[in-house]
C-alpha cells in the first residue's frame, strides 16, 4: 500500500516536473546517471542551465549527486519520500532511448575534462 503524500508536497513537485527539461532530465536519470557535459550533448542549452535545473531538482530532494575526481555526477534519489511519485509518472512518459544514445556515441566525459 502507497503511502498518502501532502498536496503540497504533490503540487510542489508536480510544479517542478511541469517544466519540459526537468521532466527530461528525469526521465534520463532514471535509466542511467549522468554528469552535466553529459546532459549537454541532450539538451540545446548552456551549463548554466543544465545545472539550475538540477539545482532545482536537487534542492526538491529529487535528485541527488556524488563527485568523482573532477566530475559530479547525478542521479535519481531512490531514497526520497516522492520517489514513488515520480516512478508514477515516468510510466507515462516516453523512453529516452535517443537522449542514451546521443550521450553514449559522444562520450562527453572524455571531452568536458581536458
Known amino acids: 500500500m502507497k503511502s498518502k503524500l501532502q498536496i503540497e508536497q504533490v503540487a510542489k513537485i508536480l510544479k517542478l516536473l511541469g ?3 526537468r521532466l527530461s532530465i528525469i526521465a534520463i536519470l532514471r535509466i542511467r ?8 550533448e541532450v539538451f540545446e542549452m ?9 539545482r532545482k531538482l536537487k534542492d526538491a530532494g529529487l535528485v541527488k549527486e556524488e563527485r568523482r575526481g573532477q566530475w559530479v555526477y547525478y542521479s535519481l534519489n531512490a531514497h526520497n519520500e516522492l520517489y514513488v511519485l ?12 535517443e537522449q542514451i544514445k546521443m550521450i553514449e556515441r559522444s562520450n562527453p566525459t572524455q571531452k568536458c575534462g581536458s
Open 19 to 21: 517544466d519540459k527539461t
Open 33 to 40: 546517471e549522468c554528469c552535466v557535459c553529459e546532459l549537454l
Open 46 to 54: 548552456s551549463q548554466p542551465s543544465i545545472s539550475q535545473h538540477l
Open 86 to 97: 515520480i516512478e508514477d509518472i515516468l510510466e507515462y512518459v516516453t523512453e529516452q532511448e
